[in-house]
């Protein structure tokens, strides 16, 4: 192994710890928000490792300039995961981390549902099945302006049942966006039951690719993985999908794998419980 490889390799590992202690404290953001006002604690904590990797390894974004015409984009399509959104933006920078406390509050920037008015925030988000059509048009625009700017929509699994995303998966291919990564979180519940239960998906991933999509299937809580399939990403040509397997309430025993914390206000207690478990453990895990 060259030298250069070795630091490059280096740089890497220093890089993911750094990733995981902030996702620490960003789990930690999250208990407390949802502590004090119940906002779907357990769809937060499912794709917390995704949305962190995207904007602390990732995305070309500034928190200094919001606005930056040629920044990458992020939809967040399922958006009443807003808890796990606003705390990795507080966290990069785009607004106070004290701010985090006024969730979903009258006249806070900080609403139950990725609003325009927040900085960092892309798109507005909330009601299911929109996000993909949205970053269509972003990755779309980016291309026609000779932008390099790439486009990330994570959508949830449940979300899938809405017919417009199907449609979207269609066109995306159709106009071969290569600027465009669909992440799902593949966290197998919804708001009534399992995924699978309340309509079929299996084989997503080959329908996706039936359609027309460069398919990727990963353990999403894996950093790793998310980021080795996000530069695999970079150098297509077509859209890419990345299915990402998680855990809903991922960090907190008492929640995952269930759908226990879909919408949830944790108690003292439970919120003491859960601190004290991120507390004891390693944050290399
Ligand atoms: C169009 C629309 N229908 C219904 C809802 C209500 N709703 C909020 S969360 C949710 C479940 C979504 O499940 P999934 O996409 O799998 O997300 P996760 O399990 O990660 O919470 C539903 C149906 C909504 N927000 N939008």
């Not at 995961?81 to 509050?105: H, I, Q």
Request: overall charge positive; proline content about 4%.
């Amino acid at each position: 192994m060259s030298s250069a490889v070795e630091l490059a390799d280096l740089r890497h590992a220093t890089d993911v710890q750094k990733l995981k202690e902030r996702i620490r404290e960003i789990r930690r953001s999250i208990l407390e928000m949802t502590s004090i006002r119940g906002l779907h604690l357990g769809s937060s904590l499912s794709c917390l490792e995704i949305i962190a990797t995207l904007y602390f390894l990732k995305m070309r974004h500034s928190p200094h300039r919001p606005r930056w015409k040629d920044r990458d984009r992020f939809i967040l399509s399922k958006g009443h995961a807003a808890p796990a959104l606003y705390a990795v933006l507080a966290e990069a920078g785009y607004f106070p981390k004290e701010e985090l406390r006024t969730l979903k509050s009258i006249g806070s920037r900080l609403q139950g549902h990725p609003d325009l008015r927040t900085p960092g925030v892309d798109a507005p988000s909330g009601s299911l099945g929109q996000g993909l059509s949205i970053g269509i048009g972003m990755a779309l625009a980016a291309r026609m302006r000779g932008s390099r700017s790439r486009v990330y929509v994570l959508a949830g699994d449940g979300e899938c049942d809405e017919g417009q995303v199907w449609e979207a998966m269609m066109t995306a291919a159709h106009l071969r966006l290569g600027n465009l990564v669909l992440i799902i979180d593949r966290n197998g519940w919804q708001l009534d039951d399992r995924t699978e239960e309340v309509k079929r998906k299996v084989p997503l991933r080959g329908k996706l690719e039936s359609f027309g999509w460069v398919t990727y299937s990963i353990n999403g809580h894996d950093i790793e993985k998310i980021i080795e399939v996000l530069d695999s990403a970079e150098k297509s040509e077509l859209p890419v999908a990345i299915i990402a397997h998680t855990k809903k309430g991922n960090g907190v025993s008492f929640l995952e794998g269930t759908n226990k914390g879909h919408k949830l206000k944790l108690s003292e207690e439970e919120y003491l419980a859960a601190l004290k478990e991120l507390e004891a453990k390693p944050v290399c895990e």
